[in-house]
């Protein structure tokens, strides 16, 4: 047995020389075949001429990893080995590669080339070739505080001009009078940037404007960036972009030359609260002197890397940077920081590149029934009613019959769908992830409010007046106690609601508690699980929904029967129905009697004479 186990340890198991007397391991013969074939694949060499099992093999799994449309993939590294190839092997991976991506009809560009110990590893963005009617895309929230350079970077990023330092960019963004003549957004607004299958931007202004249709069809992937307002006043529109909308991620403003001040900590601290990766941009570095922009970067990476953030910040300067800060982005700790120009243009190419990068955060369900969170409502004329907002589950098609709600009473109407446009452009359909705006038959438009839903029939929804939720209170100046009123935000759901009860008696700055809330005005359609924003003023807490109470019409509450129900359960008798009380009639009301008492002719000329109300109540 000893010779035997001698010869286990200095053989390779899988050789054909193994005694009969061992047959005990035969069966591990396929399995230890499959294990080094498996090991080939996973190995720096893989690419490297494989035979048409391993092609196949490493073909299948290079559509799981397509799955979502795109994905880096690092040519020279494997598990165990030591990372980079030579010239020539390298060359003849890449050459696999490139085979791959032809078949699976995607693009494959290479982003950068490193020098390991054991020679070159060059890491490329493949992306599949999206349809005409179809592109990715990733939205991203524009946070920061008043006079940061919000609008303007976007004008600059999406209209391809620079800017002339007087706010030349940000007019064509605007969609108020008062914005214009402010400088100030005060709403919510959607600009989108385009990017091919090669990671080439596709947005050419026609005349000053953008031709949204012709950027969808020639782009694989679309950022929507959601703009949101920097003042203070506008907290409320801010605070609603950031969860009616469902960003993927947040790029946080900073202008150099005014530092972190205002709402900068406010926003910043608004999607950590929402789980919101966060990047940051320092503009106007073109104006603001060195020791300036250095002092602003070192309090920036000092808030970042406080307890509160527990952020790792990467500045930012090169090539090599912005594809190592994107590949490690989804992890939620690192936070690449920018600083740009919009006057002179330095390093919008890098920021572009790192845009350019991301992959969608969110993944939806498209198997589900379909489920569709209106944010927006428009009247256009000569079409009607028109809703926009983000498909959360399943598939919608033109013509679908959805219910629409719910309404003061807590119902849902059957609507269709009249036609579907995803940014300007007309489809037939939208999955879930896609945000889009549809047009509805036969709905006004006072009837819809934002918060409501379009969901499936077959899901049967329901909406409810009270809800639970597990809350953490982030800042309140004294106590928080029950029937304290505050504005809640739960995904495109937006409205004051009471605290009913708590699990504590009192919540301060810190505390931590299960907290049962009703709506004031009307009924909502919840999830659990469902992200929540409790503020009012300047008090702030985020928390989880984790239950509901359904909606139930208040038609049949408290009825005489009820309320003599309940009497009698607490005299503790047993009420039979024989013995409930009766209404007395209209005619004996007035005569002051009961229900089976007949007046004597002498009261009843007494009644008549003088009428006795006492007894009706």
């Known amino acids: 047995m000893a010779a035997a186990l001698n010869y286990d340890l200095t053989e390779p198991h899988c050789s054909s020389s193994i005694q009969p007397e061992s047959n005990l391991f035969a069966e591990d013969d396929g399995e230890c075949n499959g294990d080094v074939e498996m090991l080939n694949i996973n190995g720096k060499n893989a690419l490297i001429s494989p035979s048409h099992e391993e092609y196949d093999i490493l073909l299948d799994r290079l559509k799981e990893r397509l799955y979502a449309g795109e994905a880096i993939y690092e040519v020279g590294t494997g598990e165990g080995d030591v990372p980079g190839l030579s010239e020539e092997d390298l060359a003849a991976a890449v050459a696999t590669l490139k085979s791959m991506t032809d078949t699976i009809e995607a693009e494959c560009v290479e982003l950068r080339r490193r020098t390991e110990k054991g020679g070159s590893v060059s890491e490329f963005l493949l992306r599949k070739r999206a349809d005409e009617k179809d592109f990715m895309e990733v939205r991203v929230a524009v946070v920061g505080n008043v006079d940061?350079?919000?609008?303007?970077?976007?004008?600059?990023?999406?209209?391809?001009?620079?800017?002339?330092?007087?706010?030349?960019?940000?007019?064509?963004?605007?969609?108020?009078?008062?914005?214009?003549?402010?400088?100030?957004?005060?709403?919510?607004?959607?600009?989108?940037?385009?990017?091919?299958?090669?990671?080439?931007?596709?947005?050419k202004p026609d005349h000053g404007n953008l031709d949204w249709t012709r950027i969808?069809?020639?782009?694989?992937?679309?950022?929507?960036?959601?703009?949101?307002?920097?003042?203070?006043?506008?907290?409320?529109?801010?605070?609603?972009?950031?969860?009616?909308?469902?960003?993927?991620?947040?790029?946080?403003?900073?202008?150099?030359?005014?530092?972190?001040?205002?709402m900068t900590k406010e926003h910043l601290g608004l999607a950590l609260a929402l789980n919101v990766p966060v990047f940051v941009v320092v503009t106007k570095i073109d104006m603001c002197p060195p020791n300036v922009l250095q002092d602003t970067l070192k309090l920036l990476q000092r808030i970042l890397k406080s307890p509160g953030c527990r952020k790792i910040p990467v500045l930012v300067q090169d090539q090599d940077d912005v594809v190592t800060s994107a590949t490690n982005f989804s992890s939620e700790r690192i936070c690449p920081i920018f600083q740009v120009s919009n006057v002179t243009g330095q390093n919008l190419d890098l920021l572009k590149v790192f845009l350019n990068l991301l992959m969608p955060r969110i993944l939806f369900n498209e198997a589900e029934p379909a489920e569709f969170?209106?944010?927006?409502?428009?009247?256009?004329?000569?079409?009607?009613?028109?809703?926009?907002?983000?498909?959360?589950?399943?598939?919608?098609?033109?013509?679908?019959?959805?219910?629409?709600?719910?309404?003061s009473l807590g119902h849902f109407q059957a609507i269709t769908v009249k036609s579907i446009h995803r940014k300007r452009m007309p489809v037939k359909q939208v999955r879930a992830g896609q945000t889009a705006s549809f047009s509805l038959k036969k709905v006004k438009r006072s009837f819809i409010r934002k918060g409501m839903v379009m969901i499936s029939p077959r899901l049967e929804p329901s909406a409810c007046w009270e809800f639970e939720g597990e809350i953490l209170v982030l800042h309140h100046p004294t106590t928080i106690s029950c029937r304290y009123q505050a504005m809640v935000h739960v995904g495109s759901v937006r409205q004051t609601a009471t605290i009913v009860t708590m699990s504590q008696e009192h919540l301060r700055t810190g505390d931590k508690a299960q907290v049962r809330f009703r709506f004031i005005k009307n009924p909502e359609y919840l999830r659990t699980n469902m992200r929540m924003v409790f503020r009012e003023g300047r008090t702030k807490a985020v928390g989880n929904v984790t239950k509901l109470f359904p909606h139930i019409s208040a038609t049949a509450q408290n009825t005489r029967a009820q309320r003599a129900?309940?009497?009698?359960?607490?005299?503790?008798?047993?009420?039979?129905?024989?013995?409930?009380?009766?209404?007395?009639?209209k005619k004996n009301r007035r005569r002051g009697r009961g229900v089976n008492c007949t007046p004597s002719p002498s009261e009843s000329k007494e009644n008549h004479a003088a009428p006795i109300?006492?007894?009706?109540?």
């Open 216 to 262: 969808c069809e020639e782009s694989s992937k679309v950022i929507t960036f959601i703009d949101l307002a920097g003042h203070e006043r506008y907290l409320k529109t801010t605070v609603f972009g950031m969860t009616g909308h469902s960003p993927d991620f947040s790029m946080l403003m900073v202008g150099a030359n005014a530092g972190i001040v205002g």
């Open 613 to 617: 109300v006492a007894a009706a109540n």
């Open 148 to 203: 940061a350079g919000k609008s303007t970077l976007l004008g600059v990023l999406t209209h391809g001009g620079l800017d002339n330092g007087r706010g030349f960019a940000r007019q064509k963004l605007f969609r108020h009078k008062h914005e214009m003549e402010s400088g100030r957004t005060s709403s919510v607004g959607n600009d989108i940037l385009g990017f091919d299958s090669m990671g080439k931007v596709v947005n």
């Open 373 to 407: 969170q209106i944010d927006d409502t428009f009247s256009v004329p000569g079409v009607g009613t028109v809703v926009s907002g983000t498909t959360l589950k399943g598939i919608i098609h033109l013509n679908d019959t959805m219910l629409l709600g719910p309404d």
């Open 565 to 585: 129900q309940k009497k009698a359960a607490d005299n503790h008798h047993f009420l039979k129905p024989q013995n409930e009380p009766q209404k007395p009639s």
